[in-house]
Nanobody
Framework: QVQLVESGGGLVQAGDSLRLSCAAS????????MGWFRQAPGKEREFVAT????????IYADSVKGRFTISRDDAKNTVYLQMNSLKPEDTAVYLC????????????????WGQGTQVTVSS
């Protein structure tokens, strides 16, 4: 079973940048497609970005396209989410997830989840 731990969240101002990290307990992270999701208070969990096992394919939600970048370093068992030009509407708990199959936007198709890291963007 893969354990995922997110870090890098915090309180920033609109226009700032943050880089989130997701560290995996398992050395075979390369076997998994990885995703980032977020959940704001009172809202459903929503897809942010996903990256394939080979890092050859990435998909982004329209709301973050051009501002966020997902990447992975399998040697470090870590997946990243670089977030630029942050907006107040990006405020949420950000969670990473892993799945054995290919990339997916669906929360129900991920096998393992982290606990999340809070990102708060002030206007």
């Amino acid at each position: 079973q893969v354990q995922l731990v997110e870090s890098g969240g915090g309180l920033v101002q609109a226009g700032d940048s943050l880089r989130l990290s997701c560290a995996a307990s398992e050395r075979t992270l390369r076997r998994y497609a990885m995703g980032w999701f977020r959940q704001a208070p009172g809202k459903e969990r929503e897809f942010v970005a996903t990256i394939s096992r080979s890092a050859g394919s990435t998909i982004y939600a329209d709301s973050v396209k051009g501002r966020f970048t997902i990447s992975r370093d399998d040697a470090k068992n870590t997946v990243y989410l670089q977030m630029n030009s942050l907006k107040p509407e990006d405020t949420a708990v950000y969670l990473c997830a892993a799945r054995f199959e290919g990339v997916s936007r669906r929360t129900t198709e991920y096998d393992y989840w982290g606990q999340g890291t809070q990102v708060t963007v002030s206007s």
